[in-house]
Every structure is written in structure tokens, then in C-alpha cells.
């Protein structure tokens, strides 16, 4: 996560990228929960998930590596929190070169040594 976002900025980009890396990758979520009465409640990933942080040109170096090492990127574009229509924030984003994007926020999914040889060197976001 960039590492200057805090509050409300924080929660949305975090809960962006959660929300399309479960539907990229259904295989994550675990089996349905049930409580004691049987009622089921819906599975949930059950991995860890380390929440770091780095600046900006941290985070494009991180999923340019990544990408580079075989894992899929869940990249999170500053530009859509400038925004609440979809529709402006692709619209702003057909505009900008690869090597100018700046991110909220990525996530890194594939194999758990790999991405812990990109992200060794990062700090746990508080």
C-alpha cells in the first residue's frame, strides 16, 4: 500500500484490490464457516495476508519485479479515488503512460518465496 494513504483512502484502496483479487482468484476463499445453531457463514481466506507499505516509486518497482517473476499484479490506480464515476477513471487512465501510473496500492499473488524475495525489505503498514 502507498504509504502515505490513511483513513477512509486507506480502507477503500485495501478493500478495492481484496475485492478483485478474490474474483481473480475464487481458488483463495475457504470453505463456507458454520456456528453452532448450523448457520453458515461465508468462507474466507485462509492464508495470511501481510499489509505493507512503500512509497510511490517502491510500489512500481515491486510489481514491475513481480510481474517479471511470474505473479499476477492487482494494481489499484491513484486515479480512482479521484473519481466516483468508473466510466472517468478508465477515461483517465487511457491517458497515462505505463511508466508515469502511480498507485494506492498493489497485490501480489504466486508462489509465497517469490514474492517474499520482492517484498522482504518492506515495512507492516500501521
Same mark, same amino acid.
Not at 453452532?36 to 505493507?52: D, E, V
Not at 477513471?89 to 497515462?96: A, L, Q, R
Given at each position: 500500500?502507498d504509504?502515505?494513504?490513511? @483513513?477512509?483512502?486507506?480502507?477503500?484502496?485495501?478493500? $478495492?484490490?481484496?475485492?478483485? $483479487?478474490?474474483?481473480?482468484?475464487? $481458488?483463495? $476463499?475457504g470453505?463456507?464457516?458454520?456456528?453452532?445453531?448450523?448457520f453458515?457463514?461465508?468462507?474466507?481466506?485462509?492464508t @495470511?495476508?501481510?499489509?505493507?507499505?512503500?512509497?510511490?516509486?517502491g510500489?512500481v518497482?515491486?510489481r514491475?519485479?513481480a510481474?517479471d517473476?511470474?505473479?499476477?499484479?492487482v494494481?489499484?490506480?491513484?486515479? @480512482?479515488?479521484q473519481?466516483?464515476s468508473?466510466?472517468?477513471f478508465?477515461?483517465?487512465?487511457?491517458h497515462?503512460?505505463?511508466?508515469?501510473?502511480?498507485?494506492t496500492?498493489i497485490?501480489?499473488?504466486?508462489?509465497?518465496?517469490?514474492? @517474499? #524475495?520482492?517484498? #522482504?525489505?518492506?515495512?507492516?503498514?500501521?
Amino acid at each position: 500500500m502507498d504509504k502515505t494513504l490513511n @483513513g477512509g483512502h486507506l480502507a477503500n484502496a485495501i478493500a $478495492v484490490i481484496a475485492l478483485t $483479487v478474490g474474483q481473480r482468484h475464487p $481458488v483463495l $476463499v475457504g470453505e463456507p464457516l458454520a456456528d453452532a445453531s448450523g448457520f453458515s457463514h461465508p468462507g474466507l481466506i485462509p492464508t @495470511g495476508i501481510p499489509m505493507l507499505c512503500a512509497s510511490q516509486a517502491g510500489l512500481v518497482k515491486i510489481r514491475r519485479e513481480a510481474l517479471d517473476n511470474g505473479c499476477d499484479v492487482v494494481d489499484f490506480p491513484i486515479q @480512482g479515488q479521484q473519481t466516483k464515476s468508473y466510466s472517468e477513471f478508465i477515461e483517465m487512465t487511457e491517458h497515462i503512460r505505463p511508466e508515469d501510473m502511480k498507485y494506492t496500492g498493489i497485490a501480489l499473488i504466486g508462489q509465497k518465496k517469490t514474492i @517474499g #524475495r520482492i517484498v #522482504r525489505n518492506l515495512e507492516l503498514l500501521r
